[in-house]
């Protein structure tokens, strides 16, 4: 195999004896680069190698005909299969042209939310986009759902993700059709900054359909991807990139969602990582619902129905509460009991009733319906027309009786 042109400086030196470098460098970098292309993202057996190994040493090992620790011919072989025709340092080339860069353990800017993964932790991430990829994990929330999703899922998406930018949370999504739009959308209308979670590389504009909307992110926001330069999706690599926005986020809601949503891959990811997971309900007819109100029932996930609810659980104990959920609080809602009763016992027909009648209606004593009548009356809700009451008429302005 044609040895692939990283300066490792190892020569002369046995790869079984050499110690992995403890932080990054350029040879780290580039073997790092090369190694998103020879493997795919969350390839458990590959981070295992490098927490181990070093990404440095595992590539001068598969690339010198070596054996890692446990690895077979078939297993080494698919990897080997791809090495040919490696160029890390014209990959990072690329993408700085188009001002990216690699990110990868150990940079100022890595999201170290992400180790969480263990050995499915991405091996680098190639990103584009003005801010700090560490700075705008740090408050983010992931907003995900179908990609067929309806009228409804479109705009409490949006006005969830608009709700959510105004509070100052990062909105997370993966910039698909359907509930992933609108969360972008959503944000980048109040100005605020969007990440998306690509199944592709970044220099590619999946789907095509979306070329503008992943314009705007990558000015607005940031691009983020495992995969190298002008690597296309696949579906695998949709559900694997779900790992990614689960760990990367403080919490996941999942706005619509059938029985099989990849989008429930990320909800059950967030769940294992011990990262909030949120649900907003839909109609109970809707078949893009279920599998949102399967999350609610089984207790796997909170049921929240705005940006307010949704930030009271991930952010901070005690300081960013949601307000009450209430109804319109009416004038007669501070009256008394017994001042209720009595107003209920009134009739509203302009010859009203006698003390005696109230009495009857209202269940109670007749001093404390003349007491209750007298205090009404001061209030503007009971009127005396001779030895007769009855409700005031309504003025303008008053809620209906």
Same mark, same amino acid.
């Given at each position: 195999?044609?040895?692939?042109?990283?300066?490792?400086?190892?020569?002369?030196?046995?790869?079984?004896?050499?110690?992995?470098?403890?932080?990054?460098?350029?040879?780290?970098?580039?073997?790092?680069?090369?190694?998103?292309?020879?493997?795919?993202?969350?390839d458990?057996?590959?981070?295992?190698?490098?927490?181990?190994?070093?990404?440095?040493?595992?590539?001068?090992?598969?690339?010198?005909?070596?054996?890692?620790?446990?690895?077979?011919?078939?297993?080494?072989?698919?990897?080997r299969?791809?090495?040919?025709?490696?160029?890390?340092?014209?990959d990072?080339?690329?993408?700085?042209?188009?001002?990216?860069?690699?990110?990868?353990?150990?940079?100022?800017?890595?999201?170290?939310?992400?180790?969480?993964?263990?050995?499915?932790?991405?091996?680098?991430?190639?990103?584009?986009?003005?801010?700090?990829?560490r700075?705008?994990?740090?408050?983010?929330?992931?907003?995900?759902?179908?990609?067929?999703?309806?009228?409804?899922?479109?705009?409490?998406?949006?006005?969830?993700?608009?709700?959510l930018?105004? $509070? =100052?949370? *990062? +909105? #997370?999504?993966g /910039?698909?059709?359907?509930?992933?739009?609108?969360?972008? &959308?959503? %944000?980048?209308?109040?100005?605020?900054?969007?990440?998306?979670?690509?199944?592709?590389?970044i220099?590619?504009?999946?789907?095509?359909?979306?070329?503008?909307l992943?314009?705007?992110?990558?000015?607005?926001?940031?691009?983020?991807?495992?995969?190298?330069?002008?690597?296309?999706?696949?579906?695998?690599?949709?559900?694997?990139?779900?790992?990614?926005?689960?760990?990367?986020? $403080? =919490?996941? *809601? +999942? #706005?619509?969602? /059938?029985?099989?949503?990849?989008?429930?891959?990320?909800? &059950?990811? %967030?769940?294992?990582?011990?990262?909030?997971?949120?649900?907003?309900?839909?109609?109970?007819?809707?078949?893009?619902s279920?599998?949102?109100?399967?999350?609610?029932?089984?207790?796997?996930?909170?049921?929240?129905?705005?940006?307010?609810?949704?930030?009271?659980?991930?952010?901070?104990?005690?300081?960013?509460?949601?307000?009450?959920?209430?109804?319109?609080?009416?004038?007669?809602?501070?009256?008394?009991?017994?001042?209720?009763?009595?107003?209920?016992?009134?009739?509203?027909?302009?010859?009203? %009733?006698?003390?005696?009648?109230?009495?009857?209606?209202?269940?109670?004593?007749?001093?404390?319906?003349?007491?209750?009548?007298?205090?009404?009356?001061?209030?503007?809700?009971?009127?005396?027309?001779?030895?007769?009451?009855?409700?005031?008429?309504?003025?303008?302005?008053?809620?209906?009786?």
């Amino acid at each position: 195999m044609t040895p692939i042109q990283i300066p490792l400086d190892l020569e002369g030196t046995d790869p079984e004896e050499a110690a992995p470098p403890t932080g990054p460098d350029d040879r780290e970098r580039l073997a790092r680069v090369a190694l998103t292309r020879l493997a795919e993202p969350g390839d458990l057996t590959v981070g295992q190698w490098i927490a181990e190994l070093g990404a440095a040493r595992l590539l001068r090992t598969i690339e010198t005909g070596g054996k890692p620790p446990g690895a077979t011919a078939a297993r080494l072989a698919r990897y080997r299969v791809r090495a040919p025709g490696l160029d890390p340092a014209a990959d990072l080339e690329r993408v700085r042209a188009l001002g990216g860069r690699f990110v990868i353990p150990g940079d100022p800017e890595w999201p170290t939310q992400l180790d969480d993964l263990g050995p499915a932790r991405p091996i680098g991430l190639w990103t584009t986009g003005a801010a700090s990829l560490r700075l705008l994990a740090l408050r983010s929330v992931a907003v995900v759902g179908a990609r067929a999703c309806t009228a409804y899922g479109a705009h409490v998406a949006g006005e969830l993700a608009a709700g959510l930018a105004e $509070r =100052g949370w *990062v +909105v #997370v999504s993966g /910039a698909a059709y359907g509930i992933d739009a609108a969360a972008h &959308r959503g %944000a980048l209308a109040v100005g605020g900054p969007t990440v998306s979670i690509l199944a592709c590389g970044i220099d590619i504009a999946y789907p095509r359909g979306h070329t503008e909307l992943i314009r705007r992110i990558s000015q607005q926001g940031l691009l983020v991807s495992e995969l190298a330069p002008g690597e296309h999706p696949n579906r695998f690599r949709f559900v694997l990139r779900n790992r990614v926005i689960a760990a990367l986020t $403080r =919490g996941t *809601v +999942v #706005v619509e969602a /059938a029985l099989r949503s990849g989008a429930l891959s990320t909800a &059950r990811r %967030a769940r294992d990582l011990n990262r909030l997971t949120c649900g907003v309900p839909g109609p109970v007819t809707s078949e893009l619902s279920g599998g949102v109100h399967a999350l609610l029932r089984s207790g796997a996930a909170t049921l929240v129905t705005d940006a307010a609810e949704v930030v009271e659980l991930v952010g901070g104990i005690g300081g960013d509460l949601a307000r009450p959920q209430q109804g319109p609080v009416l004038p007669w809602d501070v009256l008394p009991p017994e001042a209720r009763r009595v107003l209920e016992a009134l009739p509203a027909a302009a010859d009203g %009733a006698p003390v005696e009648a109230v009495v009857r209606a209202a269940g109670l004593p007749p001093d404390e319906v003349l007491h209750r009548l007298y205090e009404l009356a001061s209030l503007g809700f009971a009127e005396r027309s001779g030895a007769h009451w009855r409700t005031a008429r309504r003025r303008r302005g008053d809620p209906p009786g």
